[in-house]
């Protein structure tokens, strides 16, 4: 049984716009953070990728059958982004173009089988342990925009200087080298299992520092906002701080309590 603590969720800008969600049933909790667009293509007229695959994935776990695997659970979202992109024509476009995709990621914990299922670039502390799944290109990505930003490069430029890379190792490999739902095979290899007993928290990676509780989770990051707000110190990342916005991504965040019978 689960004991749901505390949750908290917040836009890096507004929450009409965030692409983070959070989703609580008797028999799953969830964190999903919805990846931010690479390109100008939507398949919604009415937001950005990211969002809509977030949208489509709390629906699909908000149904979803009580003992569902992670292996279903993979499958049966696939399947429904699939679906979608064939409704709307693209199914073939969408194969050939992995930045143009609807993507996220997930992290879910089952009250069911007592697992916490890491699909994509997320991160959680499960009993005690902290685990995360971040993408493998990622930190060297993040390091050529410091050194831009660092040499003088302003990181509005910094940014644009790096998309190029972050989507030629969405072509090479998403799916392929690691895991996103993204209505392809989910790259199974890439998703993290982990057994739960006592205590579960799950989080977006939209925390640099992730801690046991949510108000030192949230002083850590706003430490991280006021001394480095654009990420190219301790911390580094492929973004930072866009003038108008309250962090350099979205957030969501979900600890609980658990009483599992052996």
């Known amino acids: 049984m689960m004991n749901i603590v505390e949750t908290f969720i917040k836009g890096k800008r507004d929450a009409a ?56 659970f993979c499958k049966g979202i696939t399947q429904v982004i699939a679906d979608e992109y064939r409704r ?7 194969e050939a173009h992995p930045e143009e995709r609807l993507c996220a990621s997930a992290i879910v914990y089952s009250d069911v089988r007592h697992e916490v299922w ?4 997320c991160q959680a502390i499960v009993d005690g342990a902290f685990y995360d799944n971040a993408k493998p290109y990622e930190q060297d990505i993040a390091r050529r925009r410091a050194a831009l930003i660092l040499s003088g490069m302003p990181p509005v430029e910094a940014r644009r200087a790096i998309e190029p890379l972050l989507i030629a190792a969405m072509r090479e490999g998403q799916n392929r080298e690691y895991a996103v739902i993204d209505g392809t095979t ?18 977006s990676d939209g925390y640099p520092v992730l801690l046991p509780t949510l108000c030192e989770s949230e002083a ?11 990420n190219v110190s301790e911390f580094i990342a492929t973004k930072g701080i866009v003038e108008g916005n309250c962090s350099f991504d979205d957030r969501a965040y979900i600890r609980l309590r658990l009483s599992v019978s052996e």
Not at 186 to 203: C, N, Q, R, T
Not at 220 to 230: F, G, M, V
């Open 17 to 72: 716009h965030c692409e983070d969600g959070i989703v609580l049933t008797p028999h799953y909790a969830a964190v999903i953070d919805g990846s931010t667009s690479k390109t100008p293509f939507c398949l919604s007229p009415t937001m950005r990728n990211g969002r809509y695959a977030m949208t489509l994935i709390s629906e699909y776990i908000g149904a979803m059958p009580y003992n569902a695997t992670c292996e279903e």
């Open 88 to 94: 709307a024509g693209v199914h073939d476009r969408m």
């Open 186 to 203: 989910v790259y199974m290899p890439g998703v993290i299992v982990v057994p739960a007993a006592h205590s579960v928290v799950l989080a």
């Open 118 to 121: 890491m699909v994509g670039d």
């Open 220 to 230: 850590a990051l706003a430490r991280q906002i006021e001394r480095d707000p654009q």
